[in-house]
Protein backbone atom coordinates (compact mmCIF):
# COMPACT_ATOMS: atom_id res chain seq x y z
CA UNK A 1 0.00 0.00 0.00
CA UNK A 2 1.48 3.36 -1.21
CA UNK A 3 1.35 6.59 1.07
CA UNK A 4 -1.35 8.05 -1.14
CA UNK A 5 -3.63 4.89 -0.84
CA UNK A 6 -2.79 4.74 2.99
CA UNK A 7 -4.00 8.39 3.78
CA UNK A 8 -6.76 8.63 1.34
CA UNK A 9 -8.27 5.57 2.80
CA UNK A 10 -7.74 6.74 6.45
CA UNK A 11 -9.20 10.17 5.20
CA UNK A 12 -12.54 8.66 3.71
CA UNK A 13 -12.80 6.47 6.63
CA UNK A 14 -12.44 9.30 8.82
CA UNK A 15 -15.11 11.82 7.04
CA UNK A 16 -18.03 9.04 8.08
CA UNK A 17 -16.64 7.15 10.84
CA UNK A 18 -14.31 9.89 13.01
CA UNK A 19 -14.67 11.80 15.63
CA UNK A 20 -15.83 15.08 14.96
CA UNK A 21 -17.20 16.60 18.27
CA UNK A 22 -14.85 16.46 20.90
CA UNK A 23 -14.42 19.66 22.45
CA UNK A 24 -11.24 20.36 21.25
CA UNK A 25 -11.81 19.91 17.68
CA UNK A 26 -14.13 22.77 18.26
CA UNK A 27 -12.41 26.04 17.77
CA UNK A 28 -9.30 24.44 17.11
CA UNK A 29 -6.14 27.36 18.30
CA UNK A 30 -3.10 26.08 18.78
CA UNK A 31 -3.90 26.69 22.83
CA UNK A 32 -6.98 24.23 23.04
CA UNK A 33 -5.01 21.96 21.24
CA UNK A 34 -2.46 22.13 23.49
CA UNK A 35 -4.22 21.53 26.57
CA UNK A 36 -5.74 18.51 25.10
CA UNK A 37 -3.02 16.86 23.70
CA UNK A 38 -1.12 16.92 27.15
CA UNK A 39 -4.16 15.72 29.01
CA UNK A 40 -4.39 13.21 26.62
CA UNK A 41 -1.12 12.24 27.05
CA UNK A 42 -1.77 9.39 29.93
CA UNK A 43 -5.50 9.66 30.10
CA UNK A 44 -8.83 8.26 28.25
CA UNK A 45 -10.85 10.60 26.46
CA UNK A 46 -14.28 9.97 28.75
CA UNK A 47 -12.05 11.38 31.72
CA UNK A 48 -10.45 13.93 30.04
CA UNK A 49 -13.39 15.48 28.46
CA UNK A 50 -14.59 16.88 31.87
CA UNK A 51 -11.30 17.82 33.38
CA UNK A 52 -10.83 19.56 29.81
CA UNK A 53 -14.01 21.86 29.87
CA UNK A 54 -13.66 22.48 33.26
CA UNK A 55 -10.06 23.15 32.31
CA UNK A 56 -11.15 25.67 29.82
CA UNK A 57 -14.06 27.58 31.26
CA UNK A 58 -11.82 28.74 33.97
CA UNK A 59 -8.52 29.48 31.82
CA UNK A 60 -9.84 30.30 28.45
CA UNK A 61 -6.52 31.32 27.30
CA UNK A 62 -2.83 31.36 27.54
CA UNK A 63 -2.97 34.79 29.21
CA UNK A 64 -5.18 33.46 31.95
CA UNK A 65 -3.57 30.31 32.46
CA UNK A 66 0.17 32.61 32.59
CA UNK A 67 -1.37 34.66 35.56
CA UNK A 68 -2.86 32.28 37.68
CA UNK A 69 -1.70 30.99 40.72
CA UNK A 70 0.18 27.54 40.49
CA UNK A 71 -2.56 25.68 43.00
CA UNK A 72 -5.63 26.80 41.36
CA UNK A 73 -3.52 25.25 37.93
CA UNK A 74 -2.98 21.99 40.29
CA UNK A 75 -6.35 22.31 42.03
CA UNK A 76 -8.02 21.57 38.21
CA UNK A 77 -5.58 18.93 37.60
CA UNK A 78 -6.68 16.42 40.96
CA UNK A 79 -7.18 13.31 39.94
CA UNK A 80 -5.83 13.40 36.40
CA UNK A 81 -2.27 12.13 37.39
CA UNK A 82 1.49 12.99 36.61
CA UNK A 83 1.26 16.54 38.08
CA UNK A 84 4.55 17.62 36.02
CA UNK A 85 2.08 18.18 33.53
CA UNK A 86 0.23 20.71 34.91
CA UNK A 87 3.04 22.55 36.11
CA UNK A 88 4.85 22.09 32.53
CA UNK A 89 1.28 24.10 31.52
CA UNK A 90 1.52 26.76 34.19
CA UNK A 91 5.31 27.48 33.50
CA UNK A 92 5.01 27.13 29.53
CA UNK A 93 2.22 30.18 29.56
CA UNK A 94 4.62 32.20 31.28
CA UNK A 95 6.96 31.61 28.81
CA UNK A 96 5.14 32.38 25.71
CA UNK A 97 3.37 35.09 27.84
CA UNK A 98 6.91 37.05 28.44
CA UNK A 99 9.00 35.66 25.42
CA UNK A 100 6.34 35.05 22.42
CA UNK A 101 4.27 38.15 23.10
CA UNK A 102 1.37 35.77 23.71
CA UNK A 103 1.17 33.85 20.61
CA UNK A 104 1.69 30.66 20.38
CA UNK A 105 4.94 29.97 18.50
CA UNK A 106 4.41 28.14 14.62
CA UNK A 107 7.85 26.49 14.46
CA UNK A 108 8.61 23.16 15.32
CA UNK A 109 11.48 23.52 16.98
CA UNK A 110 10.12 26.22 18.99
CA UNK A 111 7.59 24.90 20.33
CA UNK A 112 9.22 21.41 20.93
CA UNK A 113 11.54 24.12 23.31
CA UNK A 114 8.92 24.31 25.58
CA UNK A 115 8.56 22.43 28.78
CA UNK A 116 6.72 19.00 29.01
CA UNK A 117 6.27 19.21 24.92
CA UNK A 118 7.72 16.35 22.98
CA UNK A 119 8.30 16.07 19.43
CA UNK A 120 4.99 14.34 18.63
CA UNK A 121 3.08 16.82 20.67
CA UNK A 122 4.72 19.87 18.76
CA UNK A 123 3.90 17.84 16.03
CA UNK A 124 0.19 17.12 16.64
CA UNK A 125 -0.53 21.48 17.76
CA UNK A 126 1.25 22.43 14.79
CA UNK A 127 -0.76 20.31 12.20
CA UNK A 128 -4.36 20.27 13.87
CA UNK A 129 -4.28 23.77 14.87
CA UNK A 130 -2.90 25.09 11.58
CA UNK A 131 -2.44 22.14 8.92
CA UNK A 132 1.44 21.90 9.59
CA UNK A 133 2.81 19.50 7.25
CA UNK A 134 4.42 17.69 10.69
CA UNK A 135 3.97 13.71 11.50
CA UNK A 136 3.06 12.64 15.12
CA UNK A 137 3.85 9.32 16.84
CA UNK A 138 1.60 9.16 20.05
CA UNK A 139 1.03 5.87 21.62
CA UNK A 140 -2.31 5.75 18.66
CA UNK A 141 -0.02 5.87 16.04
CA UNK A 142 2.67 3.18 17.51
CA UNK A 143 -0.07 0.76 17.58
CA UNK A 144 -1.76 1.24 14.26
CA UNK A 145 2.03 1.26 12.61
CA UNK A 146 3.48 -1.69 14.26
CA UNK A 147 0.42 -3.54 13.06
CA UNK A 148 -0.11 -2.29 9.59
CA UNK A 149 4.17 -3.68 9.15
CA UNK A 150 3.98 -6.00 11.79
CA UNK A 151 7.09 -4.25 13.48
CA UNK A 152 9.09 -6.37 15.96
CA UNK A 153 10.43 -4.99 18.77
CA UNK A 154 9.33 -2.57 21.89
CA UNK A 155 8.29 0.70 20.33
CA UNK A 156 9.99 2.72 23.21
CA UNK A 157 13.38 0.65 21.92
CA UNK A 158 15.68 3.89 19.70
CA UNK A 159 15.76 1.82 16.37
CA UNK A 160 12.28 0.60 16.45
CA UNK A 161 11.06 3.93 17.24
CA UNK A 162 13.28 5.20 14.55
CA UNK A 163 11.15 3.21 12.29
CA UNK A 164 8.38 4.12 13.06
CA UNK A 165 9.31 7.96 12.80
CA UNK A 166 10.16 6.96 9.24
CA UNK A 167 7.16 5.40 8.57
CA UNK A 168 5.38 8.18 9.84
CA UNK A 169 6.70 11.10 7.86
CA UNK A 170 6.26 9.21 4.81
CA UNK A 171 2.47 8.06 5.16
CA UNK A 172 1.71 11.93 6.29
CA UNK A 173 0.28 13.45 3.14
CA UNK A 174 0.83 17.45 2.17
CA UNK A 175 -2.11 18.08 1.95
CA UNK A 176 -5.36 17.55 4.30
CA UNK A 177 -2.95 16.63 7.27
CA UNK A 178 -5.06 18.17 9.98
CA UNK A 179 -7.39 15.57 8.88
CA UNK A 180 -4.96 12.95 8.33
CA UNK A 181 -3.35 13.47 12.07
CA UNK A 182 -7.07 13.19 13.70
CA UNK A 183 -7.91 10.15 11.57
CA UNK A 184 -5.10 8.04 12.28
CA UNK A 185 -5.35 9.22 15.91
CA UNK A 186 -8.90 8.52 16.20
CA UNK A 187 -8.18 4.82 13.83
CA UNK A 188 -5.92 4.13 16.55
CA UNK A 189 -8.13 5.09 19.72
CA UNK A 190 -11.34 3.65 18.02
CA UNK A 191 -10.83 0.79 15.81
CA UNK A 192 -7.17 -0.52 15.82
CA UNK A 193 -7.77 -0.73 19.81
CA UNK A 194 -5.01 -2.16 22.15
CA UNK A 195 -7.75 -5.39 23.01
CA UNK A 196 -10.01 -6.27 20.68
CA UNK A 197 -9.44 -4.35 17.36
CA UNK A 198 -12.24 -4.47 15.11
CA UNK A 199 -10.31 -5.39 11.84
CA UNK A 200 -13.25 -6.06 9.85
CA UNK A 201 -13.92 -2.75 9.71
CA UNK A 202 -10.76 -1.15 9.64
CA UNK A 203 -10.25 0.48 6.31
CA UNK A 204 -6.42 -0.62 6.44
CA UNK A 205 -7.10 -4.47 6.95
CA UNK A 206 -6.63 -5.42 3.70
CA UNK A 207 -2.98 -4.86 3.31
CA UNK A 208 -2.11 -4.84 7.77
CA UNK A 209 0.84 -7.24 8.00
CA UNK A 210 -0.21 -8.40 11.13
CA UNK A 211 -4.03 -8.90 9.88
CA UNK A 212 -3.17 -11.05 7.31
CA UNK A 213 -0.69 -13.46 8.89
CA UNK A 214 -3.50 -13.39 11.94
CA UNK A 215 -0.80 -12.10 14.39
CA UNK A 216 -2.19 -8.62 15.75
CA UNK A 217 -2.06 -9.71 18.98
CA UNK A 218 1.61 -9.44 18.93
CA UNK A 219 2.00 -6.27 18.34
CA UNK A 220 2.74 -3.86 19.77
CA UNK A 221 5.89 -5.73 21.55
CA UNK A 222 5.51 -5.26 25.15
CA UNK A 223 7.82 -3.32 27.19
CA UNK A 224 10.44 -5.65 28.86
CA UNK A 225 9.24 -6.22 32.65
CA UNK A 226 11.39 -4.63 35.49
CA UNK A 227 10.74 -4.90 39.09
CA UNK A 228 9.78 -2.13 40.27
CA UNK A 229 10.54 -1.10 44.23
CA UNK A 230 8.18 -0.88 47.02
CA UNK A 231 8.45 2.08 49.07
CA UNK A 232 6.86 2.88 52.24
CA UNK A 233 5.91 5.70 53.81
CA UNK A 234 3.12 6.87 56.94
CA UNK A 235 0.82 9.91 56.44
CA UNK A 236 -0.21 11.14 59.32
CA UNK A 237 -4.30 12.58 59.34
CA UNK A 238 -4.00 14.63 62.33
CA UNK A 239 -6.86 16.70 63.29
CA UNK A 240 -7.05 19.48 65.72
CA UNK A 241 -10.53 20.16 67.88
CA UNK A 242 -12.52 21.71 64.77
CA UNK A 243 -11.58 18.55 62.75
CA UNK A 244 -9.27 20.39 60.49
CA UNK A 245 -6.42 18.84 59.05
CA UNK A 246 -2.99 19.43 59.52
CA UNK A 247 -1.76 19.58 55.56
CA UNK A 248 1.45 20.51 54.00
CA UNK A 249 2.82 21.89 50.88
CA UNK A 250 5.32 19.73 48.89
CA UNK A 251 8.47 21.39 47.51
CA UNK A 252 8.28 22.40 43.75
CA UNK A 253 10.21 19.59 42.08
CA UNK A 254 9.75 16.58 42.85
CA UNK A 255 7.22 14.09 43.26
CA UNK A 256 3.96 15.55 43.51
CA UNK A 257 6.08 18.56 43.58
CA UNK A 258 3.81 21.82 44.61
CA UNK A 259 0.74 19.72 45.59
CA UNK A 260 -0.49 19.68 49.47
CA UNK A 261 0.09 16.75 51.24
CA UNK A 262 -0.10 14.98 54.73
CA UNK A 263 3.21 15.12 56.81
CA UNK A 264 5.24 12.11 55.63
CA UNK A 265 6.68 10.29 59.03
CA UNK A 266 9.86 9.01 58.73
CA UNK A 267 9.33 6.48 61.69
CA UNK A 268 8.68 3.17 63.11
CA UNK A 269 5.18 2.28 62.78
CA UNK A 270 3.98 1.85 66.20
CA UNK A 271 2.00 4.61 68.26
CA UNK A 272 4.89 5.93 70.46
CA UNK A 273 7.43 6.62 67.33
CA UNK A 274 5.20 8.36 65.53
CA UNK A 275 4.03 10.10 68.53
CA UNK A 276 7.74 11.43 69.47
CA UNK A 277 8.01 12.38 65.41
CA UNK A 278 5.03 14.52 65.66
CA UNK A 279 6.15 16.14 68.56
CA UNK A 280 9.59 16.73 67.44
CA UNK A 281 9.14 17.50 63.65
CA UNK A 282 5.65 19.62 63.83
CA UNK A 283 5.62 20.44 67.69
CA UNK A 284 1.99 18.83 68.01
CA UNK A 285 1.36 16.49 70.61
CA UNK A 286 -1.22 13.78 69.54
CA UNK A 287 -3.44 11.21 70.61
CA UNK A 288 -5.68 8.86 70.28
CA UNK A 289 -2.98 7.23 67.80
CA UNK A 290 -5.61 4.59 65.12
CA UNK A 291 -3.51 2.91 62.22
CA UNK A 292 -5.33 2.38 59.52
CA UNK A 293 -4.84 -0.60 56.64
CA UNK A 294 -2.31 0.52 54.17
CA UNK A 295 -2.94 1.40 50.36
CA UNK A 296 -0.49 1.13 47.51
CA UNK A 297 0.00 4.01 44.95
CA UNK A 298 1.87 2.91 41.80
CA UNK A 299 4.49 5.54 39.83
CA UNK A 300 5.89 4.85 36.76
CA UNK A 301 9.36 3.61 38.96
CA UNK A 302 7.77 2.22 42.39
CA UNK A 303 5.40 1.61 44.33
CA UNK A 304 4.11 3.51 47.42
CA UNK A 305 2.86 2.03 50.62
CA UNK A 306 0.76 4.43 52.48
CA UNK A 307 -0.10 3.30 55.85
CA UNK A 308 -2.83 6.40 56.35
CA UNK A 309 -2.70 7.31 60.61
CA UNK A 310 -5.23 8.99 62.11
CA UNK A 311 -4.86 10.85 65.36
CA UNK A 312 -5.89 14.17 67.22
CA UNK A 313 -3.84 17.12 68.13
CA UNK A 314 -3.92 17.93 72.25
CA UNK A 315 -1.49 20.24 71.96
CA UNK A 316 0.26 22.55 69.18
CA UNK A 317 3.33 24.46 70.25
CA UNK A 318 4.55 25.34 67.02
CA UNK A 319 4.63 28.19 64.67
CA UNK A 320 2.96 26.08 61.90
CA UNK A 321 -0.02 28.78 61.15
CA UNK A 322 2.51 31.46 60.38
CA UNK A 323 4.71 28.96 57.67
CA UNK A 324 2.73 29.77 54.39
CA UNK A 325 3.62 26.10 53.25
CA UNK A 326 1.50 24.65 55.92
CA UNK A 327 -2.24 25.03 56.72
CA UNK A 328 -5.19 23.25 59.00
CA UNK A 329 -7.87 22.69 56.17
CA UNK A 330 -11.13 22.42 56.38
CA UNK A 331 -12.56 19.33 54.70
CA UNK A 332 -15.50 20.17 54.74
CA UNK A 333 -15.20 23.33 53.14
CA UNK A 334 -13.01 22.54 50.26
CA UNK A 335 -10.70 25.29 48.26
CA UNK A 336 -8.86 25.57 45.03
CA UNK A 337 -5.88 23.31 46.03
CA UNK A 338 -3.89 20.43 44.50
CA UNK A 339 -3.70 17.33 46.04
CA UNK A 340 -2.30 13.66 45.16
CA UNK A 341 -4.82 11.11 44.31
CA UNK A 342 -4.38 8.89 47.52
CA UNK A 343 -4.45 11.89 50.15
CA UNK A 344 -7.43 13.11 48.10
CA UNK A 345 -8.88 10.17 49.10
CA UNK A 346 -7.67 10.11 52.44
CA UNK A 347 -9.20 13.53 52.78
CA UNK A 348 -12.53 12.61 51.03
CA UNK A 349 -12.49 9.60 53.63
CA UNK A 350 -12.02 11.84 56.90
CA UNK A 351 -14.75 14.07 55.36
CA UNK A 352 -17.02 10.65 55.44
CA UNK A 353 -16.28 9.72 59.18
CA UNK A 354 -17.32 13.33 60.04
CA UNK A 355 -20.15 13.81 58.30
CA UNK A 356 -21.24 10.51 59.79
CA UNK A 357 -20.39 11.49 62.86
CA UNK A 358 -22.14 14.94 62.60
CA UNK A 359 -25.61 13.17 61.49
S1 LIG B 1 -6.39 -4.31 10.42
FE1 LIG B 1 -6.56 -4.51 12.60
S2 LIG B 1 -4.49 -4.53 13.36
FE2 LIG B 1 -4.40 -3.80 11.26
S3 LIG B 1 -4.44 -1.58 11.46
FE3 LIG B 1 -6.53 -2.25 11.18
S4 LIG B 1 -7.36 -2.55 13.26
FE4 LIG B 1 -5.13 -2.41 13.39
Known sequence: MNPASFSSALLKWHDKHGRHDLPWQ?????????ISEIMLQQTQVATVISYYNNFMARFPDLT????????????????????????????????????????????????????GIGRSTAAAI?????????????????????????????????????LLWQHAERLT?????????????????TICKRSKPECTTCPLHVHCLAH??????????A?????????STIMLLLRDSDN?????????????????????????PVSRSVSQWSQQQLSLQIDNIVFEKSLRHTFSHFHLDITPVYASVIANTSSVM??????????????????????????DTHNEVIAGAII
Open 64 to 115: ALANAKLDEVLHLWTGLGYYARARNLHRTAQIIVNDFNGHFPDKLEAVIALP
Open 322 to 347: EQTESVWYNTCEPDARGFAAPVKKLL
Open 244 to 268: KVFLQQRPPAGIWGGLWSLPEADCK
Open 173 to 189: PKKKTAQYTQAIMDLGA
Open 126 to 162: LALSDNQHHAILDGNVKRVLTRFYAIEGWPGKKQVEQ
Open 26 to 34: QNKTAYRIW
Open 212 to 221: KTDTVSHYPF
Open 223 to 231: KPKKNIPVR
